[in-house]
């Protein structure tokens, strides 16, 4: 039974639908797992609260 946690910034409910079906989907053609046993989480993160080599995502680009 896999258990998948998605972290990303906000996204419209019927985006969260379809990358919940393709991951669904996805386990059951490579895993062979039943779809009733695929569990996703998804956590939205703030993109003020995401950063990357020290830049957070909602600050511009340092150049």
Not at 13 to 24: D, G, L, R, S, V
Not at 31 to 45: K, R
């Amino acid at each position: 039974m896999p258990m998948i946690h998605v972290e990303w910034f906000p996204r419209p409910e019927e985006k969260k639908m379809e990358f919940a079906h393709a991951i669904t989907r996805a386990c059951e053609e490579v895993l062979g797992a039943n779809p009733q046993d695929v569990e996703i989480i998804f956590a939205e993160v703030n993109p003020a609260n995401w950063f990357v080599a020290g830049q957070s995502y909602a600050s511009p680009p340092s150049d």
